[in-house]
């Protein structure tokens, strides 16, 4: 199976940005979707963006649409968020997921494979 990495998160004031990276490992890393979700104190884990497993196809959750970017690099193994005009209620821990299916899915429960996340601090 593939493992991954979250990097990338901090600390950033309202309207900066900031690029989260997520490290694959393991075989076959262009074979399925991925998508970041996040998790805020208090909160359900909630859906952010997905992409498909060529990377022709996306999904964002309505909330950041028009800010955040989903993008991979399956030369690198790579999966990336570029989070642009951020808001305070964007903190939150943000994880990666391998999905078991080849679709850019918001499902949660279709993730299989999680990385173990990076903090995301937006302050006013």
């Known amino acids: 199976q593939v493992q991954l990495v979250e990097s990338g998160g901090g600390l950033v004031q309202a309207g900066g940005s900031l690029k989260l990276s997520c490290a694959a490992s393991g075989r076959s890393f262009s074979s399925y979707g991925m998508g970041w979700f996040r998790q805020a104190p208090g909160k359900e884990r909630e859906f952010v963006a997905a992409i498909s497993w060529l990377g022709g196809v996306t999904n964002y959750a309505d909330s950041v649409k028009g800010r955040f970017t989903i993008s991979r690099d399956n030369a690198k193994s790579m999966l990336y968020l570029q989070m642009i005009s951020l808001k305070p209620e964007d903190t939150a821990v943000y994880y990666c997921?391998?999905?078991?299916?080849?679709?850019?899915?918001?499902?949660?429960?279709?993730?299989?494979?999680w990385g173990q996340g990076t903090q995301v601090t937006v302050s006013s």
């Open positions: 997921g391998a999905a078991g299916t080849t679709v850019a899915t918001t499902t949660r429960s279709s993730y299989n494979t």
